[in-house]
T-cell receptor
Framework: DGGITQSPKYLFRKEGQNVTLSCEQN?????MYWYRQDPGQGLRLIYY???????QKGDIAEGYSVSREKKESFPLTVTSAQKNPTAFYLC???????????????FGDGTRLSIL | GNSVTQMEGPVTLSEEAFLTINCTYT??????LFWYVQYPGEGLQLLLK?????DKGSNKGFEATYRKETTSFHLEKGSVQVSDSAVYFC????????????FGSGTKLNVKP
């Protein structure tokens, strides 16, 4: 079955440590996205990528970094510069739809990051 | 700019009650509109969508109509079940914006037996 796989489901970070969240998709989608969700709140865009080897900052990119070396993969690193990283992180993908803007985003099941 | 406003939750209903969750939007151009559902501890699942004015999206008994004149996309269901308890998100996307989505803050629905 095609879909988006995020791992791990739960992740714990120590002070001063960088951690990397994995996102893999086998939907053959060009575009991929990372969101942060805090309790009782909506989704905020961290980074997005429309094509391999290219990505753009979203609304809250500070303290995060990404790479897009393969079409299927879009890992997110939460760096030690992110002072409040505890949140639920969601990865999504979509068909490249810049000219039409009407394609849904498909989501993984998320990674919950906590501070030790 | 683009934004989505949803009614505050939580919404608590008894089983078989009628559901309405309000969603209004502001957008440059003509957006496509979406409803997503999120069950506890999971990601978002697409519930329905509408891509032009007067379109009605429907799925699993849920419906929403794209109303350009009132800039609204309210979610409705005639008879809710306990299994519908979840958080519902309204979202929009527009052309030439890298398929960037703008999400509402979500509305939590609790359905009691």
């Amino acid at each position: 079955d095609g879909g988006i796989t995020q791992s791990p489901k739960y992740l714990f970070r120590k002070e001063g440590q960088n951690v990397t969240l994995s996102c893999e998709q086998n939907l053959n989608h060009d575009a991929m996205y990372w969101y942060r969700q805090d309790p009782g709140q909506g989704l905020r865009l961290i980074y997005y990528s429309q094509i391999v080897n290219d990505f753009q900052k979203g609304d809250i990119a500070e303290g995060y970094s990404v790479s897009r070396e393969k079409k299927e993969s879009f890992p997110l690193t939460v760096t030690s510069a992110q002072k409040n990283p505890t949140a639920f992180y969601l990865c999504a993908s979509s068909i490249e739809a810049d000219r039409v803007g009407n394609q849904p985003q498909h989501f993984g099941d998320g990674t919950r990051l906590s501070i030790l | 700019g683009n934004s989505v406003t949803q009614m505050e939750g939580p919404v608590t209903l008894s089983e078989e009650a009628f559901l309405t969750i309000n969603c209004t939007y502001t957008a440059t151009g003509y957006p496509s509109l979406f409803w997503y559902v999120q069950y506890p501890g999971e990601g978002l699942q697409l519930l329905l969508k509408a891509t032009k004015a007067d379109d009605k999206g429907s799925n699993k008994g849920f419906e929403a109509t794209y109303r350009k004149e009132t800039t609204s996309f309210h979610l409705e269901k005639g008879s809710v079940q306990v299994s519908d308890s979840a958080v519902y998100f309204c979202a929009l996307s527009t052309k030439y914006n890298f398929n960037k989505f703008y999400f509402g803050s979500g509305t939590k629905l609790n359905v009691k037996p």
